[in-house]
Each structure stands twice: as C-alpha cells, then as structure tokens.
C-alpha cells in the first residue's frame, strides 16, 4: 500500500488571517505542538477561486493537458487568483513562519509545480513561529496562576485539507478544548475535512490527564456539513490525489465517520458548491469548502505568557 504525502489547506486559512489581523492576535495550536505541513496542493489556482471553483476547475483540467498550455499563459487567464494566493503568502509569513510543504504528487498540475518551486526557497528563510500542543493549552486554562484562560479567546478556526483526518479523528484532548471553546461562548469554525474534529467530542480529559468517553455530547444538536464522500471519491478517481495505475483511496470519509460518530451530516447537492451551516446555540459553523471572502465571520485573541 502506497502513501501520500497530505497537509492543510493554507487558502481555508487566509480569509481569516486577511480579516482580523489588524485587531487581534493569533494563537496557533496542533495537537502535539508540531509545526504543521502545508499541503502543496492547496496553492493550486482553482482552489482560490471560492464560489467559482467548478467553472475554475473544470477548465484548467483542460488547459493543464494541452500541447500548447505555459505557466506563464495560464496564470494572466486567472490575474485575480494569482493576487489572492500572493496576499495569501505574505499572510502566512506574518502569522504562521516558515512551515515544512509537502511533496508534490503525481497528478498536481504544473502551475502547481511551478509555484511550489518558486515560493518554497523563500519560505525556508522565514523565521519559525511558536505552535501550543492541546494539552498545554487545556493544562494552562486549568491553572488558577496562569494568565491563559479559554473565556479570553474569541474563536477557533481550523481549516481543512486531508492532515484533519489523521490529527483530529477521536482526540480527546481536542474534544477537551472544544467543550470548553463550547463551555466559555468561543466560536467555532470549521472547514472542509476539519469538522471531522467534531468525533473528538465524545471524548473529555478529566483532572488527572485522562481520557474518558463523554456521554451527553452538546455538539450532538446540530447539523453540520463537511466535504462529501461523493466528492472525495472524485477527486481520488480523478483529481491531484489519484496515483496513476492505482485504484487510490482514503482510510475513511469524514461524512461517514460523523455520522458513525452519532452526528448529523448535510451534504450540499453538487459537491463542489459552497454549502455553510452556522448553529448560534453553540456558536459553530461548519463549511464544506472553499469559501467566498465574506463566506467566514468570526473574530481573533491573544494568548498571555
């Protein structure tokens, strides 16, 4: 069994970044403190392109095989796109620093490859920023001398790509830190692949450091969206994941697990189109994609120490 190299999703970041940055500061937090890798993929030109995706997409599978296609070409076809993924880049040097990238895969178009050549040489000299484990956030909002309290933070956003589903699959140290997000009226986001973290609800850390599966799980309510099964399975058939010559697949889809988990899954009608579900009760949205600018609304904190 072949692997392949995954990530986040830096372009279902960048919005948020873009938003609130001149007013609020940033905490960034994995699960194990690590710095998380981009996946290479997610600076491909489509993706960018939000509400506009399918159209985007559907012609640059053409355009990436013609005879006649350049980099150079493809990318004055697509000037705003190009602009945003630039905006996007300085954003993520300000707030997140110099992050490991994945390797390209057999089916990631050639402007990909191109821009992947191009930004990772620049992106190796930025300086590195400081990433908090779950459990040190979660052990520090316990402690009564500690400044760091979840009531001081505003919101948390996760973006998707594929990483999601191997870091946020039943941890209960994130299914701590968002039930108390839930219990201190933190918002809530997630996008894409990352509502798969809403499985890790049915698990809390209780005083002593230890995981115990939690019963009464308020997240329960709502009904919540993420990338579907069907969309999945086309872009494994189809898209940048698919290795050529092999029948490429996921261990699981995150439709399914959430509904295995005991949770609600809306699915949009066509897989590709943009499909938002806010629930104010607990104060979460969850996303099956790529958004428009004005797709995501939710606000930033600092963390003391």
């Not at 159209?55 to 000037?79: L, Q």
């Not at 973290?197 to 009464?216: K, M």
Request: aromatic share 10%.
């Amino acid at each position: 069994m072949q692997s392949i190299p995954i990530g986040f999703f830096h372009v279902e970041l960048g919005q948020v970044l873009a938003e609130f940055e001149d007013d609020h500061e940033f905490i960034l937090a994995t699960p194990d403190g690590q710095r998380p890798q981009i996946d290479t993929n997610g600076w491909s030109i489509p993706w960018h392109a939000t509400d506009q995706m399918t159209w985007v997409y559907g012609n640059s599978v053409t355009e990436f095989t013609a005879a006649d296609f350049t980099v150079e070409g493809y990318r004055a076809k697509y000037p705003k796109l190009v602009e945003r993924r630039a905006r996007e880049l300085a954003l993520l040097e300000r707030h997140l620093g110099k992050l490991p990238i994945s390797e390209p895969l057999a089916n990631t178009d050639a402007e990909n490859l191109a821009y992947r050549d191009e930004v990772v040489p620049l992106i190796d000299t930025w300086a590195p920023k400081r990433y908090f484990s779950l459990p040190e956030l979660v052990q520090r909002h316990r402690d009564p001398e500690d400044e760091f309290s979840f009531a001081d933070i505003d919101f948390i956003h996760a973006p998707g790509g594929h990483a999601p589903m191997v870091d946020f699959l039943r941890n209960p140290w994130l299914g701590e830190v968002l039930h108390l997000a839930r219990e201190n009226q933190v918002y809530i986001s997630l996008i894409c692949h990352a509502p798969i973290a809403l499985t890790s609800t049915n698990f809390r850390i209780d005083a002593n450091g230890q995981p115990y599966a939690f019963g009464e799980n308020p997240f329960k309510q709502a009904e919540i969206t993420t990338v579907g099964s069907t969309g999945e399975t086309g872009m494994l058939d189809y898209g940048y994941v698919n290795i050529p010559g092999e029948r490429t697949r996921l261990e699981y889809f995150v439709d399914q697990a959430l509904e295995e988990a005991g949770f609600t899954v809306l699915a949009a009608t066509v897989p590709t189109s943009m499909l938002l579900l806010p629930n104010p009760e607990l104060r979460l949205v969850t996303g099956n994609g790529l958004f428009p600018d004005e797709g995501v609304v939710v606000v930033g904190a600092s963390l003391p120490g």
